[in-house]
C-alpha cells in the first residue's frame, strides 16, 4: 500500500471490524431463529452504544468480565479476526489465466488464496471471569471472499463445537 496514514488504516480496521460484527451477529441471529442457538443474543446496537459510552472505543480496553457488567449479560462472546492480503485481486486474476492458458485449468478462484485469515473466537463466562470456549482456525479466501462468506465459513466450523448451539439431526 502507498503512503496510507495511520488515520486510515485505522478507519478501515473500524469498518472491517463492524462488517466481522454485523455478519456474525445476522449468523447467530439465524441460528437462533432456527432455534439452533439456546441462548439470548444481545441487540448489536445496544452493545456498541453500551461499550461506547463506557469508552471501549476509546483505546481503555475492557476485561470480559468488565464487557459483561457493562453489558448486563451472564457471558460474552469475544473475536479476533487477523487478515492478511497475500495478492491483489488483478495478481490473482493473472496467475489464473496463466494456470489455465498452461493446460492446468484455472482454481476455483482464479488464481488461488488472495487473503488468509486467522480467527479465535472465545466465551468467558462473567460469574468466574474465565475462557469456558475457544476456537481458533485459519481460512484462505479467493477474489470472491468477503466478510461475509469468511465469517459463513468460520462460524459453521466453529459451531460444531459451540456449547450454545444445537447440531442438525438426521430423522429416520
Not at 8 to 37: A, D, P, T, V
Not at 100 to 116: E, F, H, I, L, S
Not at 130 to 149: E, F, H, Q
Amino acid at each position: 500500500m502507498k503512503k496510507v496514514s495511520n488515520g486510515s488504516i485505522s478507519e478501515l480496521q473500524r469498518k472491517e471490524s463492524l462488517n466481522f460484527q454485523q455478519r456474525m451477529y445476522s449468523w447467530m441471529l439465524k441460528g437462533k431463529i432456527e432455534k439452533r442457538i439456546f441462548v439470548s443474543i444481545q441487540k448489536l446496537q445496544d452493545t456498541n452504544d453500551r461499550l461506547a459510552a463506557a469508552g471501549h472505543f476509546d483505546d481503555q480496553p475492557l476485561t470480559p468480565a468488565q464487557m459483561c457488567d457493562i453489558l448486563g449479560v451472564d457471558a460474552i462472546l469475544v473475536s479476533n479476526y487477523l487478515v492478511k492480503k497475500v495478492m491483489s485481486d488483478a495478481e490473482a486474476k493473472t496467475l489464473g489465466l496463466a494456470v489455465w492458458r498452461a493446460g492446468v485449468g484455472a482454481p476455483r478462484g482464479m488464481g488461488g488464496p488472495t487473503n488468509k485469515t486467522a480467527v479465535s473466537l472465545q466465551i468467558f463466562d462473567k460469574e468466574t471471569g474465565r475462557m469456558v470456549w475457544d476456537y481458533s482456525n485459519r481460512l484462505n479466501g479467493d477474489i470472491k471472499s468477503t466478510p461475509a462468506t469468511l465469517v459463513d465459513d468460520m462460524m459453521r466450523m466453529a459451531s460444531q463445537n459451540s456449547p450454545y448451539y444445537y447440531k442438525k439431526t438426521k430423522s429416520i
